[in-house]
């Protein structure tokens, strides 16, 4: 099943994320999809700030991944985890997925998102979570969770959408 939510402003798509960020765990993978400026940078910033991520996360374009350390705020609480904020954008073709190694990502100590998750669709792990967003420019958003996988199912009822 799917779970909609909106956001009318791009702190409003943070709060989602942090809202998200409060019942992550270790080796999660959330897959960020939606278009050009939909707000995936913007939701994984919430999700950093939920995780205790200090500094100024940018979508990695250039670089394909960044590596912050942060905690898990529930389950867990305190738990150190490593984020692994990935955008894909510019890779052409699957094979690059392993050169770059996303699924070393892919590990217990890691809470690992995803923007641009479709060129790495056969590397993904089948229990995830995708969360994609709707709308652009400075109009209203519509994020929709889609958990993959029974376990998510009942994380996302959690969270009261
Ligand atoms: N409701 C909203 N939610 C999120 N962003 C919004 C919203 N309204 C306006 N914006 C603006 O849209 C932009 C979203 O940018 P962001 O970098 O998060 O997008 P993105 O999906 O990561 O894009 P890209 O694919 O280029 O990495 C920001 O400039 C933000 O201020
Ligand atoms: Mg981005």
């Known amino acids: 099943m799917d779970y909609r939510a909106t956001s009318a402003t791009v702190e409003q798509t943070r709060e989602w994320g942090k809202q998200l960020g409060a019942c992550l765990r270790g080796g999660d993978v959330v897959a960020l999809i939606g278009d050009l400026g939909a707000g995936k940078t913007a939701f994984a910033q919430g999700v950093g700030k939920s995780l205790g991520v200090?500094?100024?996360?940018?979508?990695?374009t250039f670089t394909f991944q960044q590596e912050y350390s942060g905690q898990?705020?529930?389950?867990?609480?305190?738990?150190?985890?490593?984020?692994?904020?990935?955008d894909l954008y510019r890779l052409q073709r699957p094979e690059e997925v392993e050169v770059i190694g996303v699924e070393d990502a892919f590990e217990e100590d890691v809470v690992c998102l995803i923007e641009w998750p479709k060129?790495?669709?056969?590397?993904?792990?089948?229990?995830?979570?995708?969360?994609?967003i709707l709308g652009s420019g400075e109009s209203l958003r519509e994020i929709i969770f889609r958990p993959r996988g029974p376990e998510w199912e009942?994380?996302?009822?959690?969270?009261n959408i």
């Open 154 to 159: 009942q994380r996302i009822v959690d969270l």
């Open 54 to 60: 200090t500094s100024h996360m940018t979508s990695p």
């Open 72 to 86: 898990l705020s529930g389950t867990g609480t305190g738990t150190k985890v490593r984020l692994i904020h990935m």
């Open 119 to 132: 060129i790495a669709e056969d590397y993904l792990p089948e229990i995830r979570l995708e969360v994609e």
